[in-house]
């Protein structure tokens, strides 16, 4: 079983930044996804950006490209999201998430807020 906790989120002003983190515990298949998405209110969950294992690629949405850059930490066993040049639209719940041996895993996700 795979656990995952988001830290990071908050409050910030447009054109600023923040950076999520993803902490994985618990056992992963070496050929793996992880990624972020996120879910603004009365709209469905969109996927950011994706972490593929196999090959070390990454993936982004048009709406973040440029912006916005996963990262992964083999060391600290995290996933991390470095957003900069936030936009009010860019404010939503970011969620955690883990494709590991056929298993969908969430966290529980995290607050972005972007307002002046």
């Known amino acids: 079983q795979v656990q995952l906790v988001e830290s990071g989120g908050g409050l910030v002003q447009p054109g600023g930044s923040l950076r999520l983190s993803c902490a994985a515990s618990?056992?992963?298949?070496?050929?793996?996804?992880m990624g972020w998405h996120r879910q603004a209110p009365g709209k469905q969950r969109e996927l950011v950006a994706n972490?593929?294992?196999?090959?070390?690629?990454?993936s982004y949405a048009d709406s973040v490209k440029g912006r916005f850059t996963i990262s992964r930490d083999y060391v600290k066993n995290t996933m991390d999201l470095q957003m900069n040049s936030l936009k009010p639209e860019d404010t939503a719940v970011y969620y955690c998430?883990?494709?590991?041996?056929?298993?969908?895993?969430w966290g529980q996700g995290t607050q972005v807020t972007v307002s002046s």
């Open positions: 998430h883990l494709y590991s041996g056929n298993v969908d895993y």
């Open positions: 618990g056992s992963m298949f070496s050929i793996y996804i």
């Open positions: 972490f593929f294992s196999a090959g070390r690629s990454t």
